[in-house]
T-cell receptor, first 113, second 113 residues
Framework: DQQVKQNSPSLSVQEGRISILNCDYT??????FLWYKKYPAEGPTFLIS?????DKNEDGRFTVFLNKSAKHLSLHIVPSQPGDSAVYFC????????????FGTGTSLTVIP | KAGVTQTPRYLIKTRGQQVTLSCSPI?????VSWYQQTPGQGLQFLFE???????NKGNFPGRFSGRQFSNSRSEMNVSTLELGDSALYLC????????????FGPGTRLTVT
């Protein structure tokens, strides 16, 4: 049972435009969320996190939005750059379970120069 | 600060054999988690070790086991290998005192023939 879902396997965006990657979850106990970027032949790289006490967190070009009522989070990248082309994973955890994270299946982002 | 290291990077084994993978976390990190990544399945949580104790366990058969040493280094063992165990095995470390972002190693690519 996939508790974290990324329903778009791929996304193409023009350089300079906004990239929006979406993630849905089913477990209402999840209260901490992470986004990772992964290049081929490398491990995932941590990008940004958000806890359930917030609905938005920004770090440079990356902003994560959390809609708890809809059990939905999204990652916005503005402006998109060719180097952002990678697979993006969202992950969720319930704080009282320690570091047991549930990952989505990933969205492959291609930024077209 | 050195990142998470995993050895070996690539491994080819035969069905029925057993394998041991190693992970060295970032200095000061006490939590090590293991994940299996297969095409279309995303990252599946195997288990987490914190201070030499297994703190969380995913839904994998008992053939998958692990341990953590006093220096926080961790090993994962898979016995009686099956073809379906072919995957990228990733370990991630974090401080571990609370739910926190995890930092991944490059992974070990295991191929079972």
């Amino acid at each position: 049972d996939q508790q974290v879902k990324q329903n778009s396997p791929s996304l193409s965006v023009q350089e300079g435009r906004i990239s929006i990657l979406n993630c849905d979850y089913t477990n209402s106990m999840f209260d901490y969320f992470l986004w990772y970027k992964k290049y081929p032949a490398e491990g995932p790289t941590f990008l940004i996190s958000i806890s359930s006490i917030k609905d938005k967190n920004e770090d440079g070009r990356f902003t994560v939005f959390l809609n708890k009522s809809a059990k939905h989070l999204s990652l916005h990248i503005v402006p998109s750059q060719p180097g952002d082309s990678a697979v993006y994973f969202c992950a969720a955890s319930a704080r009282n379970t320690g570091n047991q994270f549930y990952f989505g299946t990933g969205t492959s982002l291609t930024v077209i120069p | 600060k050195a990142g998470v290291t995993q050895t070996p990077r690539y491994l080819i084994k035969t069905r029925g054999q057993q394998v041991t993978l190693s992970c060295s976390p970032i200095s000061g990190h006490r939590s090590v988690s293991w994940y299996q990544q297969t095409p279309g399945q995303g990252l599946q949580f195997l288990f987490e070790y914190f201070s030499e104790t297994q703190r969380n366990k995913g839904n994998f058969p008992g053939r998958f086991s692990g341990r953590q040493f006093s220096n926080s280094r961790s090993e994962m063992n898979v016995s009686t290998l099956e073809l379906g165990d072919s995957a990228l095995y990733l370990c991630a470390s974090s401080r571990g005192d609370r739910v926190d972002e995890q930092y991944f190693g490059p992974g070990t690519r295991l191929t079972v023939t």
